[in-house]
């Protein structure tokens, strides 16, 4: 493989002239530009990002680990923070923790290993331990879709308890009174924050805390939405309506009703959670709380790069909270219709 040697040789100049066509430009005649860079093409040289790392101290690489890349919301939440990174010139490393710590772990000591430019992070670890033991390493991070616990990092999220409040309220709004709530699994503050507000939106209509029904999956995929929709059919007294704590749950429980010969709405209203593509695109379109998917990610990148920039002594750590909306479709229907 060419080396920087090899291109100066080719070209007839220094390896600091070299050195500053691929770093400075501005810095050597257009001239002398355009006979390195044809050495440059003709040897096929690339330059070692690695070691130039090391000589500027700083990765042009940010990483983002998100909890389950399978899910269409994260994938745009990455298409934001990807947005926003090439704008800056930088690149995004993507990985999956599959809602798992022990592999959060693994992917935070491989960023460290990597000496990344900062780290944009979805928590599997309900303690926050991981995290705790990568701040020494002194990499920046962002929490994305979570609420920074302290003041030593930015966080954009969305307000979950709000999400829900809007989604289980349609429901009682539309006359219903026996309400399920299926979740992932409760170690992720999400599903704990849209239980919360499911819990704010029955007391605001005056009923008790047991009116509503919960049934945790342990993935908040399709697969176990069908097994969660199994579950609450098979109940002594199903619900009339069922809020899910994502989309992808949501279509699983759909799936589920229909393999049981019934009907959403007509047997079974039903509320998901992101407002994904699938949502509206589903047999039943789905009502669903939409959330800015996209922009949560291009905030969360902007604040990253502010952090790791040339101006970061002047970077002030915030913890943006965005708003959700309700998007109404076919899948609630008024009890007074039943």
């Known amino acids: 493989m060419a080396g920087i040697k090899d291109v100066a040789r080719q070209a007839g100049v220094s390896v600091g002239t070299v050195s500053n066509v691929i770093n400075r430009p501005d810095l050597v005649s257009e001239e002398t530009r355009s006979k390195v860079q044809a050495a440059i093409e003709l040897l096929g040289f ?19 680990l998100v909890l389950d890349l399978g899910n269409p919301f994260f994938v745009q ?50 303690h926050g331990t991981n995290l705790v033991d990568f701040r020494r390493r002194s990499i920046p991070f962002v ?12 966080s954009v ?15 009682l709004e539309a006359g219903h009174r026996s309400v399920t709530y299926v979740s992932g699994p409760m170690h992720l503050a999400q599903c704990r924050d849209r239980r919360t507000g499911a819990l ?28 969660a929709g199994a579950r609450l059919l098979a ?12 989309d992808l749950l949501a279509l699983g429980v ?7 010969g019934l009907r959403v709405p ?34 969360a990148a902007e604040m990253l790069i502010e952090e790791t920039g040339d101006r970061a002594a002047d970077h002030v750590h915030q913890r943006l909270v965005l708003q959700p909306e309700l998007v109404v479709r076919e899948s609630v229907q008024l009890v007074s219709a039943h």
Not at 46 to 64: D, F, P, Y
Not at 143 to 151: I, L, Q, T
């Open 200 to 227: 704010s939106a029955l007391a605001g209509h005056g009923l008790a805390e047991d009116t509503l029904t919960h049934i945790e999956a342990d993935r908040l995929d399709v697969a176990a939405g069908r097994q």
């Open 266 to 299: 007509h047997d079974l209203s039903l509320v998901g959670y992101d407002d994904i593509e699938f949502a509206g695109a589903a047999a039943v379109p789905l009502t669903s709380v939409r959330q800015p998917a996209e922009q949560m990610g291009r905030l």
């Open 235 to 246: 109940l002594s007294r199903p619900p009339s309506a069922v809020f899910c704590a994502n």
């Open 46 to 64: 690339v330059r070692s990002e690695s070691a130039r790392q090391l000589r500027v101290g700083r990765s042009r690489i940010v990483a983002m």
């Open 77 to 126: 939440v990455a298409r934001g923070a990807e947005g926003a990174s090439r704008a800056a010139g930088l690149g995004v490393m993507l990985c999956n923790s599959a809602e798992d710590p022990v592999q959060e772990s693994e992917y935070l000591s491989l960023f460290a290993e990597q000496r990344v430019r900062g780290v944009l992070v979805t928590p599997a670890d309900a």
């Open 157 to 171: 999220s969305v307000d979950d308890v709000a999400g829900a409040r809007l989604a289980v309220a349609h429901l």
């Open 254 to 260: 759909l799936q589920a009703v229909y393999a049981a």
């Open 143 to 154: 929490f994305v879709d979570r609420v920074a616990p302290a003041s030593e990092c930015c």
